[in-house]
């Protein structure tokens, strides 16, 4: 790391409250040498990437770190907090911060420099020293890896007390250290000595474990724990060799390695890519967290499966969903799981393949679904060819719709060997008539079949065609076989029942419905409720010719959608003293998200003060969806926001219910926050912010 970190970019008196504050204080360093462009557009993305994932770490770390444009070069700033600042560890408050900016698309500098800290971060001898030195240059020297610990232990005077508490415990480290290397030992190296001492002598190899860590963001807990797995691993004389499958890809493990290993640990929170590999040996499978944690349990855990004989069989199911860290969760949580990880595989073809049929009518006319086939003719000059051309490839992409939901879903259960049977059972729904009820039967089918063949044990020498033959063979044919013959005609039934139903909505019922599915877009802006009502209504439209029901229904819950981030954004513009600096800028946000149709541009708001905006959205969001629905307004696009209201029927009156739903909201909002007894929690600024509050409390005036 040399030359990231300079004795400029180290403040060993951080005197920051909050982790924003913090990132602050060392950015500004950052933007003084020239490292960081534009300072608050900087800060934006670090607040986005905090958003995604808390970096506070156990052990009293902070790592907020973002990829920016903003930034020139690779670079590191670290701080030391005497009082701890809070990011969201488990153990409690941070007292070393680091922040690491990496320049846009620099995934592999940026990689380097969290994966070396974060190994480094594992060891104590290297923290301590960190909370001891009292140089800025020596600081940032033991962090390029210029100086090791010993000699920064050297520095500080004996009988130091670190931030830890403990005294001089660098200098300790560093005599143990010095012991080791003149051939006395701590009792921990004894320890390790004598396991290995013992294997060698009985002429018995060390037991030897494979292992797999991974996080969702493929940065610093995918390679801590490789560190903390490694570390355990050499105290308890047993070989680990890890695979990191980080973000900027990974290197395979030899397949001869993996074959001689006795034993594997998954520590993922991602799925493990090639699972299939470790099929057949004792496998521990857990979240990456654990590896980090409580690495030795893992490590006796897999030993003592070995002994036992325990094996795994196949290729064990590979999603979050199915791994053993997850085996508290209910079957209601894993469903709604499953479901989501279908749908967010099929949403992308809903919005292209929407978008445009919708671009096709809006060029060619309500007839260009009556067009003969591009292929046959095709006029350059003519906009009804263009038109039909958008439209034809549209209904194309809407003909993934269906196998793709089931396919992902039985991913979500089975991972790989899903995707066979769930994309052929997805495909005859379509066949048979079943449409979207089918394609979701089919996928929880799928997925069942996949893990019941799973758990048949099989000889270790028809384990390598499994997943490619045998799986795939059998959980077709029994999945074609349910729903041709079994349960097709009826799903087929029930999907009629419903597209009838939906073309008979009219007047009280329909005004209703659309309320509804207002506070479902609004309840958890994002989360499974908005998506089961975002994949209702997309399911209406995603044919050629939807019914005029179905395209109001869609019309309501964009429309509802749309309300939650820009009433959040009114909100913080007329009155701004009812939210914090961080709100406020969130706010200029929220205004560009809730116009693209992003209700997750509200969730910042809604987790800091949830009773109170949760709430207030849903109202607006049932007041638009109930006038939308009664001002007939239709909608053939699946997204778009403000920016497809060409495409809207009735676009005046539906803009009209937009605008109603963001005021209810905005007022209530307003209202409720105005009524609580004290100020937003700090932004940072310390005594500012007591004087602010002070003038709330005494209704006195203050900027907003």
């Known amino acids: 790391m040399s030359e990231m970190i300079t004795a400029d970019l180290v403040d060993l008196d951080l005197s920051a409250e909050t982790k924003e504050a913090a990132a602050r204080a060392l950015a500004e360093r950052m933007v003084t040498l020239g490292r960081v462009t534009d300072l608050e557009g900087f800060l934006a993305d670090v607040a986005a990437r905090e958003a995604q994932m808390p970096t506070g770490l ?5 790592i907020p770190h973002c990829r920016s444009e903003h930034v020139t070069e690779p670079t590191l700033g670290f701080g030391r907090s005497a009082a701890g600042i809070d990011f969201g560890a488990p153990d409690g408050p941070a007292d070393l911060i680091f922040l690491i900016a990496a320049p846009a698309g620099a995934d592999d500098a940026h990689l380097t420099i969290l994966s070396s800290l974060a190994r480094q971060l594992m060891n104590a001898e290297f923290t301590s020293a960190l909370r001891a030195v009292d140089d800025a240059a020596a600081a940032a020297a033991l962090i390029r890896g210029d100086e090791s610990p010993a000699a920064a232990a050297s520095t500080v005077p004996e009988g130091t007390e670190s931030a830890d508490g403990s005294k001089n415990s660098v200098a300790v480290s560093a005599a143990a250290s010095a012991d080791t290397a003149t051939g006395t030992t701590s009792d921990t190296t004894d320890t390790t000595s004598d396991t290995t001492a013992d294997a060698g002598a009985s002429g018995e190899r060390p037991f030897r474990i494979v292992a797999v860590t991974s996080c969702p963001t493929g940065i610093a807990h995918t ?4 560190e903390s797995l490694e570390n355990a691993g050499r105290e308890a004389g047993v070989e680990v060799v890890v695979e990191t499958q980080g973000s900027a890809g990974f290197t395979r493990l030899d397949p001869a390695v993996i074959a001689a290993a006795d034993g594997v640990i998954f520590a993922h929170d991602v799925p493990v890519r090639d699972k299939d590999r470790f099929a057949g040996k004792p496998t521990v499978d857990v979240g990456v967290k654990a590896g980090i944690n ?9 030993r003592g499966k070995a002994a036992r004989g325990e094996v795994s069989a196949g290729s064990a199911p590979g999603t979050p969903v199915e791994r053993s860290g997850d085996s508290a969760e209910g079957y209601g949580t894993k469903l709604r799981k499953w479901l989501m990880s279908g749908v967010s595989y099929m949403v992308p073809f809903v919005a292209a393949g929407g978008l445009l049929i919708a671009l096709g009518f809006a060029i060619g006319g309500y007839t260009v679904n009556k067009a003969p086939s ?4 095709f006029v350059w000059t003519q906009a009804d060819s263009w038109g039909a051309l958008l439209f034809q490839i549209g209904v194309v992409s809407f003909g993934f719709l269906v196998p793709v939901l089931a396919g992902y879903i039985a991913y979500g259960m089975a991972d790989r060997p899903g995707l066979v049977p769930g994309f052929v059972g997805g495909a005859i729904s379509l066949t048979i008539n079943a449409g979207f009820l089918g394609g979701l039967a089919a996928g929880l089918i799928a997925g069942g079949v996949v893990i ?5 044990k099989i000889p270790a020498a028809l384990r390598g065609v499994m997943p490619v033959v045998v799986i795939p063979l059998i959980s077709a044919a029994i999945v074609g076989f349910l729903m041709f013959v079994v349960i097709g005609k009826p799903i087929a039934s029930a999907q009629k029942g419903m597209t009838d139903w939906l073309n008979g909505l009219t007047g009280t019922n329909a005004v209703l419905l659309g309320a509804l599915l207002g506070l ?11 998506k089961v009502a975002y994949t209702f209504a997309t399911a209406g439209i995603a044919v050629a010719s939807p019914s005029d029901s179905a395209m109001k229904i869609m019309a309501a819950v964009m429309a509802a959608g749309m309300v939650p981030p820009l009433a959040m954004a009114l909100a913080t513009t007329v009155r701004g003293r009812l939210f914090t600096q961080t709100e406020r800028e969130n706010g200029k946000a929220a205004w560009v998200l809730g116009a693209s149709f992003i209700s997750e541009g509200a969730i910042p708001f809604a987790a800091a003060d949830p009773l109170r905006v949760i709430p207030s959205a849903m109202v607006g969001g049932a007041v638009t969806g109930s006038l939308s629905m009664a001002f007939g307004a239709t909608l053939r696009a699946p997204h778009g926001g403000i920016f497809v209201v060409p495409l809207i029927g009735n676009p005046f009156l539906y803009l009209i ?9 905005t007022a209530l909002v307003v209202v409720l926050k105005g009524m609580r007894k004290q100020a937003p929690e700090g932004t940072g600024a310390g ?5 602010i509050a002070a003038k709330v409390d005494s209704k006195e005036p203050v900027a907003a």
């Open 58 to 62: 156990d052990g009293g770390i902070g």
């Open 223 to 226: 390679y801590m724990a490789a």
């Open 294 to 302: 409580k690495p030795a349990e893992l490590i006796t855990e897999v």
């Open 374 to 377: 591009v292929m046959d003719h």
């Open 452 to 456: 019941g063949i799973q758990k048949v």
């Open 520 to 530: 479902m877009m609004c309840f958890d802006l994002g989360g499974p409720v908005n």
């Open 657 to 665: 219910a937009i605008a109603a739903g963001v005021c209810v909201t």
């Open 687 to 691: 005594v500012a912010d007591t004087a």
